[in-house]
Nanobody, 121 residues
């Protein structure tokens, strides 16, 4: 079972990035994104159910980020618009056997390696 996150980088405030998470070795139910900034705890960003029809967002990213998935490609995406310096963090994709759109990290049992997102002011 592997999750491979990619797409991070350096962007100016107000810019956009698109993260991808390629999953292999298992047909996952729920997928999610978390992030961790230096000196802070890992925090939930967004989750999407197996069908892709149900999504959930943290208040801090709602209306700026969009999560989606392509089950034919076993890939999840996070489109991040209107980025802010406080979005700077390592972003992790994760998979959960829990149906729906769980938001607590303990519901996720597979994790990718993370991709760095840096937003300059």
């Amino acid at each position: 079972v592997q999750l491979q996150a990619s797409g991070g980088g350096l962007v100016q405030a107000g810019g956009s990035l698109r993260l991808s998470c390629a999953a292999s070795g298992h047909r996952f139910s729920t997928l999610g994104w978390f992030r961790q900034a230096p000196g802070k705890e890992r925090e939930f960003v967004s989750s999407i159910d197996q069908s892709g029809l149900s999504t959930f967002y943290a208040d801090s990213v709602r209306n700026r980020f969009t999560i989606s998935r392509d089950n034919n490609k076993n890939t999840m995406y996070l489109q991040m618009n209107s980025l802010k310096p406080e979005d700077t963090a390592v972003y992790y994709c994760a998979a959960s056997p829990v149906a729906g759109t769980p938001y607590h990290y303990t519901d996720y049992n597979y994790w990718g390696q993370g991709t760095q997102v840096t937003v300059s002011s």
